[in-house]
């Protein structure tokens, strides 16, 4: 996954060209002339050289940590652990199940994004969530990465309550996907094509994965790449080629999050 850098990043190479991305391997930043089409990002001229051997230092993989991830994912850690320790019930309070959100537990929204059903499941979701929220993160900062999220999770539970209602639901992927489908709509924002992100193959996996494995939320995954893509291109799309002030993308953002809220509400109580 190639990162989307920020306007004031500079490429490794030419000091006065903006970087567009950073290499897949090394993480070094990287302009348009020096990008190297790989299988999934793009790589910078070393590694393309070194063919593959390029040695990564202890302080390169811990140089940026992204303080929401880690966040997170330990937010994800500690439920699963809480799951474990409690029982079965703590996963039947907290999943998501239209029926007792329209009998007004309408917390399962949010709670439903923070559980899973086993080791691997949670193992899978947050390797993801590391891998897509790590480049997102750094590339427009941990607010608007938080918003990101937070659409693609209220994304993913809003199209499960409105195509699979009676499903119990959980699991983070929905959000998490979400920020894949953020990076996607930051790259779009920024003129780059869906292929060149190299995403579009692990959108294509994550939608037909469901398909092969039924118990898979198809809704939850779609709902959550939707919503991302959305919110990040608002965040994106509009300052940078509409020369909208930020701050009126970002109340945007918020407000497009909150109609995602009242909607999975609403997708709630209409099966009362």
Not at 51 to 66: D, K, L, S
Not at 73 to 90: D, F, K, P, S
Not at 159 to 185: H, K, R
Request: overall charge positive; some cysteine; charged content about 10%.
């Amino acid at each position: 996954m190639a990162l989307v850098l920020d306007d004031s990043t500079a490429c490794y190479r030419h000091a006065d060209t903006k970087a567009a991305v950073e290499c897949q391997r090394c993480g070094r930043p990287i302009c348009a002339q020096c990008m190297n089409q790989a299988s999934v990002g793009h790589h910078c001229p070393e590694c393309v050289a070194g063919g593959g051997q390029q040695v990564v230092t202890a302080r390169q993989i811990t140089e940026y940590r992204p303080p929401l991830t880690v966040a997170i994912m330990a937010a994800n850690a500690l439920a699963y652990v809480a799951q474990t320790v409690v029982g079965r019930q703590l996963t039947n309070d907290g999943l998501l199940f239209g029926p007792l959100v329209g009998a007004g537990e309408v917390w399962r929204i949010i709670t439903s994004g923070f559980l899973h059903g086993s080791l691997m499941h949670i193992g899978f979701n947050m390797y993801a969530l590391w891998l897509f929220g790590r480049s997102l993160e750094r590339g427009v900062g941990s607010v608007r990465y938080g918003l990101i999220y937070l659409a693609g999770l209220l994304g993913g539970a809003a199209a499960v309550l409105a195509f699979n209602y009676d499903a119990p639901t959980l699991g983070a992927s929905g959000a998490v996907l979400g920020l894949a489908g953020g990076i996607a709509g930051v790259s779009m924002a920024r003129g780059r094509s869906l292929q060149e992100t190299g995403l579009l193959g692990i959108f294509a996996f994550n939608l037909a994965l469901p398909l092969l494995v039924p118990r898979i939320s198809f809704w939850g995954h779609f709902g959550g790449i939707a919503a991302g893509f959305i919110a990040a291109w608002i965040l994106t799309w509009l300052p940078e080629r509409r020369r909208v002030q930020s701050s009126v993308t970002f109340g945007l953002t918020v407000a497009f999050c909150a109609v995602l809220a009242v909607v999975c509400v609403v997708l709630g109580y209409r099966g009362v």
